[in-house]
């Protein structure tokens, strides 16, 4: 596979592509900087995933904490590895504990399940990584005692946070210990996190889920009467677990099975392969209407089927297979937007940060709290601010997502992975921002995989995404013409600044160069870097 890209092709942005033979792209530049410097220091792509994770949870606590999920695929140089470090919900979790509610909470101790996070650092360290926990945290250990400046994105989504959450327990002492969020460009401090970092590090991780760390968790849950408790600490797991491929231009795209939403962009690469997607250019109208009615398709059938991979209805390969794939394809009318359900397949809110180093080695990472700081809740004097990823569960008693104890709820966050012709490794991706994810995974195949646009142009493209329905959003940038021809077709089009709404998610890109070095990119709509050298 050709991995030649068109370095002319490109949109409005001020980010160039970034070259080098080894590079780190994270959603904020000193996390960036953070796993750059471990790599200099000898480490490899999955220590500087580790470190610049760990940073981001001080540096970017809009999207991200101690007390986060994660999620990871591995090239380790030879073979694609996946983990899944998500939580489960306490065990005490029933339907009938929240009898009477139309969703799941999303805020406050009932929408908190186990933090994975701390797991998958300890889990990416003990199988691939090459320096010790406590020099991966330093960095963040570092920022987070001697402060940082509050970078201009960030500070804006803290203050949304502050107005949102300033009254769940711990918020404030935490986040807001002036009575107000820092301001952009001012000196953020947090000791707290930086002892807890620390004592993370020195444990191997084992003081969250077991020690003192885990006990001041629980015990804010009993204070609260939440219904997390120790043993539900001592009892999580993270899972290395087989990766789901589709075939796509010639290479292939790599996803994590569920619980994670990754299945729908395969499903919908899929329908545009049956489509022959490749036959029209990037931004035509046909080009945009088939890939919107394909992810419609694809949406539809992730929230009908997807959960914990363990309470799935049948195997979600099933969703892949080729007849199901080609039946679905064939649902789409070229001329007009269709509203589509779910079909019946045959037996047959977040950070993401990209590495990868001179040996091939490259890592896919991405961690969240949730809608942004999560649940809003944070341990006292511990900097562990929780995510709220029970508000995954279903409270549909028919649904296989539904909510139960030690169950882990559908989630939202998804690594990607790309692979050439001969299954060596192209690109190592991700596009974080809730239901954008794997619709940004879509387009950012579509773009750098079929029409050869480079990473960064490819990132700062005007970007959709699809709501309910016929209602797609595009970011305002795309051609007017092109809008009207979408209006013609039956799309009910609107129009939003990404700048203001935030909604059309935050992208890294490694693309790796036949001749052996990387191609890196950022999110021009976010705070980030990508670093080589």
């Known amino acids: 596979m050709d991995s030649r890209f068109d370095f002319h092709a490109s949109y409005a942005s001020h ?47 809009t999207g991200n904490g101690i007390g986060s999920d994660a999620f990871a695929l591995v090239w380790d140089g030879s073979q694609l590895h996946g983990l899944n470090a998500s939580g489960r919900a306490p065990a ?8 009477g509610r139309s969703r799941m909470p999303e805020i406050g101790w009932e929408a908190v399940t186990v933090p ?25 250990i570092d920022y987070a ?3 940082f400046p509050v970078s201009p994105l960030i500070g804006e989504l803290w203050q949304r946070g502050f107005d949102k ?12 210990p002036d009575g107000r969020p820092p301001r952009v460009g001012e000196l953020f401090r947090n000791p707290a996190q930086a002892d ?20 001041k968790i629980a015990a804010c849950a009993r204070q609260h009467n939440a219904a997390l408790t120790l043993a539900d600490l001592n009892n999580h797991r993270a899972d290395w677990v087989s990766v789901l491929s589709q075939p796509f231009a010639g290479g292939s795209v790599q996803e994590l099975p569920p619980n994670g939403q990754g299945i729908a962009t395969l499903i919908a690469l899929g329908i545009l392969e049956q489509l022959d997607i490749g036959r029209y250019a990037p931004d035509s109208v046909p080009w945009l209407h088939l890939s919107i009615e394909a992810m419609k398709l694809a949406l539809v059938d992730l ?87 029970g508000a995954g569960f279903s409270l549909d008693p028919s649904h296989p997502n539904v909510v139960a104890g030690g169950k882990r709820p559908f989630h939202t966050i998804i690594p990607a992975f790309a692979l050439d012709a001969q299954g060596a490794p192209l690109m190592s991706f991700g596009v974080m921002g809730g239901p954008m994810q794997a619709q940004g995974h879509l387009q950012l195949a579509l773009r750098i995989m079929l029409h050869k646009q480079n ?21 305002a940038a795309l051609d007017r013409n092109t809008l009207a021809a979408l209006r013609r077709l039956g799309h009910q089009v609107t129009l939003e600044d990404p700048l203001q709404g935030y909604h059309f998610g935050g992208a890294q890109a490694i693309v790796r160069d036949p001749q052996g070095f990387y191609i890196a990119a950022t999110e021009s709509r976010k705070d980030g870097q990508a670093v080589v050298f």
């Open 145 to 147: 005692r001697h402060g």
């Open 15 to 61: 980010r160039v592509p970034m070259m080098g033979r080894n590079a780190v792209a994270t959603s904020q530049p000193l996390a960036a900087q953070a796993g750059l410097r471990i790599i200099q220091q000898g480490g490899n792509a999955v220590d500087a995933a580790i470190a610049s994770a760990m940073a981001l949870t001080v540096l970017e606590p």
């Open 92 to 99: 005490a979790w029933t339907p009938e504990r929240f009898v």
């Open 303 to 389: 929230e009908r089927y997807v959960s914990d991979e363990d309470h799935l209805e049948f195997p979600a390969q099933r969703l892949l297979s080729e007849p199901y794939l080609r039946q679905r394809a064939a649902l789409i009318d070229p001329e007009r937007a269709g509203d589509f359900t779910f079909g019946a397949p045959q037996q047959s809110g977040t950070v993401y940060l990209s590495t990868a180093d001179a040996s091939g080695m490259m890592v896919s990472f991405i961690q969240s709290n949730f809608m942004g700081f999560g649940s809003g809740v944070v341990v006292p004097d511990t900097g562990i601010s929780l995510q709220n990823r």
């Open 165 to 176: 959450l300033q009254h769940q327990p711990g918020f404030r002492q935490c986040f807001a």
């Open 455 to 475: 990473p960064q142009a490819a990132i700062d493209a005007p970007r959709w995404r699809v709501e309910q329905g016929r209602q797609v959003v595009f970011e």
């Open 116 to 140: 994975g996070a701390v797991s998958a650092w300890v889990a990416l360290a003990a199988r691939f990584g090459t320096l010790p926990l406590t020099t991966l945290a330093q960095p963040a």
């Open 196 to 215: 807890t970092l620390q004592k993370i590090a020195e444990s191997n991780g084992e003081s969250f889920y077991r020690g003192e760390l885990a006990e």
